[in-house]
């Protein structure tokens, strides 16, 4: 929410939109926003709550690593929890992507908790930071946990031209 108040709306895509929930949020405020989830029945929610929302959002069931049929460039890529459980393969094409889809002035908003040793969930590694950094510039990070249980962190990257 902080992001959209001090952003102008503009063309938004949701990576793991899971049921719409943020999409629908973005939409509400004025972004033109497409969202990308694997999920069937979450997409199917997901254009239910858009309708009963009354808001226009183009909802598509689909691999965030592979993008095929959308066009870029976005303002905003928003990402709640998706990355985070890639495998290490597919974490390489969706960070290549991620370039080839921000705007040169776009903003990348990642939220993620960590792998921690006494979990075998998925969760950010050192190797996953790496691997954004080595592409997109880290503007900023806010720590926190995930429900009080997990460290987890939001991240704002831009593309490395346009650092601030």
Sequence with gaps: MDFIASHSPGRALDL???TGTNVITLAQHGWQVIGVDFVR??????????????VQVDLRVGDVTNL??????F????????FQSLSATSKQDYVHNLTNFLAPDGTFL?????????????GLTPADLELLDSRLAL????????????????????????RR
């Design 16 to 18: 793991g939109c899971g």
């Design 75 to 82: 303002d905003l890529i928003l990402d709640i929890g998706c």
């Design 139 to 162: 503007v900023q990070r806010r720590d926190g946990t995930e429900r009080g249980l997990r460290p987890s962190a939001w991240f704002t990257y831009m593309p490395k031209s346009m």
């Design 68 to 73: 095929n049929g959308i066009a870029a460039p």
């Design 41 to 54: 029945k979450a997409v199917a929610t997901g254009k239910r709550k858009a309708l009963q929302a009354g």
């Design 110 to 122: 990642l939220y993620a908790f960590f792998k921690t040793a006494e979990s075998d969930a998925f």
